[in-house]
């Protein structure tokens, strides 16, 4: 069973008010993955208090911000480990280093306006899949649980610039002018390009690029690390706990970007990362019944939609029973 916790807590933690016994209390709730699904919900609800008041805050040193938390956290950068234990986080980690996408996250994205005129804000819901077409022309695919914004008309001077959060999947228009069109996330990394197709994904405490066609150059926040060029084909990842550790590979580009034809794709996929897409998706907790399952792989497409049809096809397709519960998933062997 959760953990109890007064969101009151919660918002002094976020605001750096609370007691040094309160906020290792809260942090203790924030590594319980019971309670990812609460925390979720006031991360909604803390960046909606942040419009509330008042005018928007400059923008902070994001460098300094991820290590005062990082700190926080005790999770201090650790020795070097081979770029395989960067393809996913157990759910326990992301849990606990949830409150950096809640502060570096959220209170950067949603309070740091993009200018000039009145930017426009667009959040997705659990199982939504929504496209929109940019000022320019460009367009941008938002996956379930995702944040845009943008301003609502760019300058002729300067770059385009959007904020993301969640998984976008991104068009980009080239102008004859060669204006540069930036992807901006709460992680360690900008995205800079002229023309081309690519995907975005920032959520627990993990950036990541897959570039599909065109070219992207990746500038780091920290300007000691030399930025990447991608080619098609191409992942760069990173963790927030080890941000100048990348993973930088060839992949199966296109089954990143599956989502956006409503399918997922799985190739040796860890049944652990297939609950993390779950519950990113559709926004409900996704319990593995048997540890050692966590670690085998699957393979094969399912089609997105009907949570109830999506059940039907994991457990048709796969050697494992799905059970729906109220607010959760089980995951279990059959």
Same mark, same amino acid.
Request: glycine content about 6%.
């Given at each position: 069973m959760a953990n109890p916790l007064p969101f009151a807590a919660y918002l002094r933690y976020c605001r750096h008010q609370s007691s040094p016994q309160e906020a290792r209390a809260v942090r203790a709730w924030l590594a319980d993955p019971a309670n990812a699904p609460l925390a979720?919900?006031?991360? +909604? /609800?803390?960046?909606?208090?942040?419009?509330?008041?008042?005018?928007?805050?400059?923008?902070? *040193?994001?460098? $300094?911000?991820?290590?005062?938390?990082?700190?926080q956290l005790g999770l201090a950068p650790a020795p070097a480990q081979p770029k395989r234990k960067l393809l996913s986080l157990p759910y326990w980690a992301a849990a606990a280093v949830l409150l950096i996408g809640l502060l570096a996250g959220s209170a950067w994205l949603w309070r740091a306006k993009p200018a000039p005129g009145r930017p426009t804000?667009?959040?997705?819901?659990?199982?939504?899949?929504r496209t929109v077409r940019l000022p320019d022309g460009s367009a941008v695919t938002l996956n379930a649980n995702s944040r845009l914004r943008y301003a609502a008309a760019w300058p002729a001077s300067g770059p385009r610039e959007?904020?993301? *959060?969640?998984?976008?999947?991104?068009?980009? $228009?080239?102008?004859?002018?060669? @204006? /540069?069109? /930036?992807?901006?996330?709460?992680?360690?990394?900008?995205v800079e390009v002229l023309g081309t197709t690519f995907t975005v994904y920032r959520r627990h405490a993990q950036a990541r690029v897959v570039l599909l066609s065109g070219k992207v150059r990746v500038a780091f926040a920290d300007h000691r690390q030399p930025d990447v060029l991608l080619k098609p084909g191409e992942l760069l990842q990173t963790a927030d706990a080890r941000p100048r550790q990348l993973l930088h590979q060839? !992949?199966?580009a296109p089954r990143y970007a599956a989502w956006t034809a409503k399918k997922m794709v799985f190739n040796?996929?860890?049944?652990?990362?297939?609950?993390? @897409?779950?519950?990113?998706?559709?926004?409900?907790? !996704?319990? !593995?019944? *048997?540890? +050692?399952?966590? /670690? @085998?792989?699957?393979?094969?497409?399912v089609p997105l939609g009907d949570l109830d049809l999506l059940c039907q096809a994991l457990e048709a397709s796969f050697q494992f029973r799905v059970t729906r519960q109220a607010g959760r998933i089980l995951l279990s062997p059959r």
């Open positions: 979720q919900a006031w991360l +909604a /609800r803390y960046a909606q208090l942040l419009e509330q008041e008042g005018p928007p805050a400059p923008m902070p *040193d994001f460098e $300094k911000v991820q290590a005062d938390l990082l700190a804000e667009l959040a997705t819901h659990n199982g939504e899949v959007v904020w993301v *959060d969640g998984e976008a999947f991104f068009s980009v $228009k080239h102008l004859a002018t060669n @204006q /540069r069109f /930036r992807v901006h996330t709460s992680g360690n990394f900008t060839t !992949v199966q040796d996929t860890p049944i652990a990362e297939l609950a993390t @897409q779950l519950r990113d998706t559709y926004g409900i907790a !996704v319990v !593995v019944t *048997d540890p +050692a399952m966590s /670690r @085998q792989t699957i393979t094969g497409t």
